[in-house]
């Protein structure tokens, strides 16, 4: 994270001529900073950790304020979230949660996205079965086997 700090001071000196002093915490005062608000600008990081939107588009939610940190509210916003909840139809819930997903980002913008963790796995598909990609990267290896006409 101090180099991600860092890159951005430069960034900001660089383009907008703004000066930034890196406040570098202890887990716990930094989670109690950003629960209180008492920070101006702040890094943490989030992974998926299930196969669906909602795993990122729920952290904005009224409801989950005090999680975010981000002082963000949105009635409209967590109207859309809560109807995509009883959506069935995967078209239309897919519509709506693009909606809510245009209030945050192109709207409202109460977090910038800075970058996307990236991590490589490789094994032989001819040789083992079970393996599912999945976007939190978490893999249960009990569930992989290898294919019996490779034993």
Same mark, same amino acid.
């Given at each position: 994270?101090?180099?991600?700090?860092?890159?951005?001071?430069?960034?900001?000196?660089? +383009?907008?001529? =703004?000066? *930034?002093?890196?406040?570098?915490?202890?887990?716990?005062?930094?989670?109690? &900073?950003?629960?209180?608000?008492? @920070?101006?600008?702040?890094?943490?990081?989030?992974?998926? %950790? @299930? *196969?669906?939107?909602?795993?990122?588009?729920?952290?904005?939610?009224?409801?989950?304020?005090?999680?975010?940190? @981000?002082?963000?509210?949105?009635?409209?916003?967590?109207?859309?979230?809560?109807?995509?909840?009883?959506?069935?139809?995967?078209?239309?819930?897919?519509? =709506?949660?693009?909606?809510?997903?245009?209030?945050? +980002?192109?709207?409202?913008?109460?977090?910038?996205?800075? &970058?996307?963790?990236?991590?490589?796995?490789?094994?032989?598909?001819?040789?083992?079965?079970?393996?599912?990609?999945? =976007?939190?990267? *978490?893999?249960?290896?009990? %569930?992989?086997?290898?294919?019996?006409?490779? =034993?």
């Amino acid at each position: 994270m101090k180099i991600t700090a860092e890159f951005l001071q430069e960034q900001f000196k660089k +383009v907008l001529n =703004i000066n *930034v002093a890196i406040e570098i915490e202890e887990w716990t005062t930094f989670l109690g &900073s950003r629960r209180t608000g008492n @920070y101006q600008i702040s890094h943490m990081g989030w992974t998926g %950790d @299930y *196969v669906d939107p909602s795993t990122f588009l729920n952290l904005f939610t009224t409801a989950n304020y005090n999680f975010g940190s @981000y002082g963000y509210s949105s009635k409209q916003y967590d109207n859309l979230i809560n109807q995509s909840n009883f959506i069935l139809d995967p078209t239309e819930r897919q519509e =709506i949660l693009r909606k809510a997903e245009e209030i945050i +980002v192109e709207k409202d913008f109460p977090a910038a996205p800075l &970058s996307i963790p990236k991590s490589y796995a490789l094994f032989r598909h001819d040789r083992w079965i079970g393996w599912t990609p999945n =976007i939190a990267e *978490v893999y249960l290896y009990e %569930d992989i086997k290898q294919q019996k006409e490779n =034993i």
